[in-house]
């Protein structure tokens, strides 16, 4: 990341004497995260990946063509630690963790990355099984919060039922062990039993793929349709028409189309429809449902215009384009969905029950649509910004900005790109074994977690 990138307190901190005062009165020092750079690779260093369960020839033989694989015996730093814990059947097994973690924790690289692999616990095969598997999460998000230097910890749960070469398991770990994930951590992902095909470059997974975007003239939008343009989609860029300015500059940056369309509109899909019909074929293959308000007020004192927009646009407006979309057969079999909630939707914050009710809400409509839409083979999924740098968070007063900016195991905001990474491996076609799930791209926030 660019110097200039940093915020205020970053740059402070980072600079020599900063540093050195920041060090004398236990300032926490933000690790300068390493993010996804084109043509670098995905890890500098080795990984090690140990365990016994079903997973870790599989893993290995994913990982063997583009990642260093390393044995215990290798000297220095790794890059990566991957542990397949799915031979754990017994709580009296779980100290295979301890065993496994213990000697190598302190050898993990700055930005280094560390997988826990598990069964789905619902899908195991007993009470003692499923006992055991569901103590991973405590195990990882605790990790997460020792872990230093920008150094992430997830939990993979993969499905009982995945095949023997856990296909569907692939896109998901190379976008943990990547840059590309650099301010998810903590995390719990859930990989279902289908087999997924790799792209023909995973450098440009989404080739020939059409995306709309939504709230695309600034902000995280802005950076979903950059990222997803550069993952090779066709992006179209929609924003209400007063932002039309901003919404051709980003459909001009990134060789899309912008199309001018208020979310709330009555007939917002039929639009998206006839546009697409006209120029795409008729055919959506990714739908990011980015736009989305803040009206903040305590309950008390709220006036139900501010409950109706906030509902209308975050909530409301995703529920029905979705649904009306699919119904037309515009968005495609194998299409993708994802919304986007936030870190005030799963813990709740003072002064937005309308936008937390909304955000929740959308946590219910990624569990609703992909059920609903699975027999089409479309994926439903959505992140869950923490505080991510934007105009939006830029309007929040000094003090509350400051601790929402420090307080999360990576103690600083996230960038737009980290969100649209986190869509982008959503809208992967090698992601169609990753549905109804929920990420955080909040660096481990301490709030609800
Ligand atoms: P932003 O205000 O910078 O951008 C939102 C965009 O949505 C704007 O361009 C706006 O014009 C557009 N929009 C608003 N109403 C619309 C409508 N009716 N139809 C079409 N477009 C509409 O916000 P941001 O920070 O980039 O946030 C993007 C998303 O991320 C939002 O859903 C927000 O709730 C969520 N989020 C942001 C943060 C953060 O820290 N910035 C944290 C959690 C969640």
């Not at 300032?27 to 990946?49: I, S, Y």
């Not at 009982?160 to 770990?173: F, H, I, N, Q, R």
């Not at 343009?229 to 901003?246: F, L």
Request: aromatic fraction near 4%.
């Amino acid at each position: 990341m660019a110097q200039g990138n940093l915020d205020l307190y970053s740059q402070f901190v980072t600079s020599a004497p900063g540093s050195f005062i920041a060090g004398k009165v236990g300032l926490p020092q933000p690790e300068q995260l390493r993010r996804h750079e084109a043509g670098q690779p995905a890890l500098h260093g080795p990984v090690l990946v140990g365990g016994e369960g079903r997973l870790v020839e599989p893993v290995r033989a994913i990982l063997e063509s583009d990642y260093d694989l390393a044995g215990a015996d290798a000297e220095g730093k790794f890059a990566g630690l991957v542990f397949d814990a799915t031979g754990i059947r017994r709580t009296e097994d779980l100290k295979a963790l301890f065993d496994f973690f213990n000697p190598v924790v302190r050898r993990v690289a700055a930005s280094g990355r560390v997988i826990v692999l598990g069964t789905t616990p619902e899908e195991t095969g007993s009470v003692e099984e499923r006992i055991a598997q569901r103590a991973l999460e405590g195990f990882t998000r605790s990790l997460g919060k020792e872990m230093k230097r920008g150094t992430t910890v997830q939990l993979v749960y993969v499905s009982a039922d995945a095949d023997t070469g856990a296909s569907g398991l692939e896109s998901t770990l190379r976008f943990i062990l990547s840059g590309k994930s650099a301010y998810v951590d903590a995390q719990v992902f859930r990989v279902g039993a289908g087999a997924a095909t790799a792209p023909a470059s995973w450098d440009r997974p989404l080739e020939g793929k059409v995306a709309v975007v939504t709230g695309a003239a600034r902000g995280i939008g802005a950076e979903i349709a950059a990222v997803l343009s550069r993952d090779g989609a066709h992006v179209i860029c929609c924003d209400v028409p007063a932002a039309g300015e901003s919404l051709s500059a980003t459909a001009n940056k990134v060789g899309g189309t912008s199309l001018p369309l208020d979310v709330t509109a009555a007939d917002a899909a039929e639009v998206l429809a006839k546009h697409v019909q006209e120029r795409h074929e008729g055919v959506v293959d990714i739908l990011v449902h980015n736009a989305g308000i803040t009206r903040d007020k305590t309950l008390a004192g709220m006036d139900s215009a501010r409950w109706d927009s906030v509902m209308a646009v975050n909530l409301i407006a995703p529920e029905r384009i979705t649904a009306e979309l699919a119904e037309k057969g515009v968005l495609t079999e194998g299409g993708r969905v994802v919304g986007v909630s936030s870190m005030a939707g799963i813990a709740g914050n003072r002064g937005q029950t309308n936008y937390a009710a909304s955000k929740a809400g959308v946590i219910g409509f990624v569990d609703g649509a992909s059920a609903e839409l699975a027999s089409k083979k479309i994926t439903v999924n959505a992140v869950a910004p923490g505080f991510i740098e934007t105009q939006m968070t830029a309007a929040i007063p000094f003090a509350t900005r400051e601790a929402g900016r420090r307080m999360n195991s990576m103690q600083q905001g996230g960038l737009p790109v980290d969100v649209a990474e986190t869509i982008a491996f959503f809208a992967s076609p090698a992601s169609s074994a990753v549905t109804d799930n929920v990420i955080r791209v909040c660096g481990q926030s301490l709030l609800g977690a």
